[in-house]
Structures are given as structure tokens and as C-alpha cells.
């Protein structure tokens, strides 16, 4: 890994996620960059291209959540420092690369590059995807009540990753698909998911 690429991005890029939501700060953007680069350790790919799109992944949250990923790739591929390091073939590669990561996009990732940053980017922890869905649902939601996140936490949670849920895995290194069965058995477990709810919100909202 060149170290000027490194510093330039740690410098310059991992600060924006301070301004961003807890489901998408400098810990989720740091989690990425090394599930990626764990993930790259498998198949023949530029680590420095992988490192670059895991930290460019999420920053088009500046511009908005609804088209953030193609806002993160118009971000990457307008950045002029990069030149400095990769070929324009190789950053309209990473620029796919980011468009595609979206757990809700229609299509398959482009490349390799892209089917990596977007399973890293699932992170199917239980409690981490709970967690993430209250904070965001607090963040976005201030006028909903506590019912309300939570029937907006269950609807999210169907939808996105219960079975026929529209989130999709890429990479069969992953320990993704484990987890996800773990957060489908939650799932329809009623009562469990609804006292882990309950202990993760009053935790966020300072309640407990």
C-alpha cells in the first residue's frame, strides 16, 4: 500500500464520515476498508484499488442518502488526487465499483471490485444491523415514537433480509451468509427481536 495514497486518504476522506449518521460514521467506513482488504486476501486484486473504493464507498452522504452511491462515485471519480496513484481504467473501475456496493441496487456489481466493497459493506452482525436500523430510524424519523421506529425497524428488517428480502451476497469467503441466517432466525423470533429492541433503543435514546 503506497503510504502517500494512505495518508491522503486517512487525511482527507475518512473525516467526512464524522458529519454522517452512526450507521455510516468513521467506525462503519474503518469497518469496511478492513473486511474488504480481508476479502481482497482471497483473489488476485489491487489492494490499493480495494482500500480506495471501501473509503470512497459512503461519501456521497454528503450529497444526500437516496443516490449517495452514485454521488460517491461522481466523488472518486472527481477527485484529481488519485491520478496521482491509479490509471483513469482503474478509477473508472473503482468509480463502478462504489455505484454498485448498494445493498438495494437492481444489478450485479460490475466487477470483482464491486462484488467485494459491497459484501463488505452487509457487515451481518444481528445486533450491528439492529443497532444501525434504530440510529437511522432516530436520525431520519424524529417524529415517530417508539412504536413507530420499532414498526419501522420490523418493515426494514423484512424486507431487506428476511427471506426474499432484496439483499443480495456476493462472495462466498464471506462469514455473511452464516450471519444472515443467525439475523433470519431473530427475525421471526417475535419476542426476542422485540426485547433486544427495546434494549438497544432506550440504550440510544438514553432511556435505560
Known amino acids: 500500500m503506497d503510504s502517500e495514497l494512505k495518508r491522503y486518504i486517512e487525511e482527507r476522506i475518512i ?19 478492513t473486511q474488504s482488504l480481508a ?14 473504493i471501501a473509503a470512497y464507498h459512503d461519501t456521497g452522504l454528503v450529497k444526500g442518502r437516496e ?48 462484488r467485494i466493497v459491497a459484501e463488505a459493506d452487509r457487515q451481518i452482525d444481528p445486533m450491528t444491523i439492529l443497532r444501525r436500523t434504530i440510529q437511522y430510524g432516530l436520525a431520519n424519523y424524529p417524529e415517530l415514537n417508539k412504536e413507530g421506529h420499532y414498526r419501522r425497524c420490523l418493515e426494514h428488517l423484512h424486507k431487506k433480509y428476511a427471506t426474499g428480502g432484496y439483499l443480495k451476497l456476493w462472495i462466498p469467503e464471506s462469514e455473511n451468509a452464516r450471519q444472515l441466517e443467525e439475523l433470519r432466525s431473530l427475525i421471526t423470533d417475535q419476542t426476542r427481536l422485540r426485547q433486544l429492541f427495546d434494549e438497544l433503543f432506550d440504550r440510544e435514546t438514553g432511556e435505560e
Not at 476479502?39 to 480506495?52: G, I, K, Q, S
Not at 465499483?97 to 450485479?108: G, N, Q
Request: proline share 4%.
Open 39 to 52: 476479502l481482497a486476501t482471497h483473489y488476485e486484486v489491487n489492494e490499493a484499488m480495494v482500500y480506495t
Open 67 to 114: 443516490l449517495h452511491h452514485l454521488y460517491s462515485g461522481e466523488i472518486l471519480a472527481s477527485d484529481r488526487e488519485l491520478s496521482r496513484w491509479f490509471t483513469p481504467q482503474q478509477i473508472e473501475t473503482m468509480r463502478e465499483a462504489v455505484e454498485d456496493h448498494r445493498a438495494s441496487s437492481t444489478h450485479e456489481p460490475r466487477s470483482l471490485y464491486g
Open 15 to 33: 473525516p467526512l464520515y464524522d458529519r454522517f449518521d452512526k450507521g455510516h460514521n468513521r467506525q462503519h467506513v474503518e469497518a469496511v476498508i
